[in-house]
Nanobody
Framework: QVQLVESGGGLVQAGGSLRLSCATSGRPFSAYSMGWFRQAPGKEREIVAA????????YYTDSVKGRFTISRDDAKNTVYLQMNSLKPEDTAVYYC????????????????WGQGTQVTVSS
């Protein structure tokens, strides 16, 4: 089992920045690929970014490319999502997730999920 706890969400004005953190515990963090997802009211949960277990590969959905950066610190068992130039449409609950099966973009292929952290961007 892997436990994930997100933090760092909040209210920010458009153009501002936030850094989300996801602390993990349980099985070795380095064995998992990690992803950040978000879900806005009335919408499906979508992938935002993903990082492979080695950190060598990253993925970003088109709407956040150039603004968000995913990274991981295996010594701290933590994955981060740096979010810059935030827009109102980034408002959502953000979830981190862990995949034991490799580098994945499909939410259905992630094995463990955090409880989510709210990000609200005001215009």
């Amino acid at each position: 089992q892997v436990q994930l706890v997100e933090s760092g969400g909040g209210l920010v004005q458009a153009g501002g920045s936030l850094r989300l953190s996801c602390a993990t515990s349980g099985r070795p963090f380095s064995a998992y690929s990690m992803g950040w997802f978000r879900q806005a009211p009335g919408k499906e949960r979508e992938i935002v970014a993903a990082i492979s277990w080695s950190g060598a590969n990253t993925y970003y959905t088109d709407s956040v490319k150039g603004r968000f950066t995913i990274s991981r610190d295996d010594a701290k068992n933590t994955v981060y999502l740096q979010m810059n130039s935030l827009k109102p449409e980034d408002t959502a609950v953000y979830y981190c997730a862990a995949s034991a099966g490799g580098w994945r973009m499909d939410k259905n292929e992630y094995d463990y999920w955090g409880q989510g952290t709210q990000v609200t961007v005001s215009s």
